[in-house]
């Protein structure tokens, strides 16, 4: 199973940039599908990118697509969530994990990383 720990997380204005990591141990992470979730204040936690085990295939939620990029390098077992041009919406606590699809997770849940925008 693949334990996770995010990073990177911090407060910024309006159209600002921050770039999360996330440091992932486990046997399976070279061949695990991963992703990032967030959690707003008061809502669920929802899907906003995912990449294959070798970064040919990325999948972007509606709300982050041309702003958010998501890229992984194996070898150190870390993944990363760029964000560009952050808007107060995108609040929210980010975490990191293993998963199928959108909707299925593997992983055991990290603490997460807090993002705040303000505008």
């Known amino acids: 199973q693949v334990q996770l720990a995010e990073s990177g997380g911090g407060s910024v204005q309006a159209g600002g940039s921050l770039r999360l990591s996330c440091a992932a141990s486990?046997?399976?992470?070279?061949?695990?599908?991963m992703g990032w979730f967030r959690q707003a204040p008061g809502k669920g936690r929802v899907f906003v990118a995912s990449?294959?085990?070798?970064?040919?295939?990325?999948d972007y939620a509606d709300a982050v697509k041309g702003r958010f990029t998501i890229s992984r390098d194996n070898p150190k077992n870390m993944v990363y969530l760029q964000m560009n041009s952050l808007k107060a919406e995108d609040t929210a606590v980010y975490y990191c994990?293993?998963?199928?699809?959108?909707?299925?997770?593997?992983?055991?849940w990290g603490q997460g990383t807090q993002v705040t925008v303000s505008s």
């Open positions: 994990n293993a998963v199928i699809g959108r909707n299925l997770v593997i992983g055991s």
């Open positions: 990449i294959n085990w070798n970064g040919d295939s990325i």
């Open positions: 486990g046997r399976t992470f070279g061949s695990s599908a």
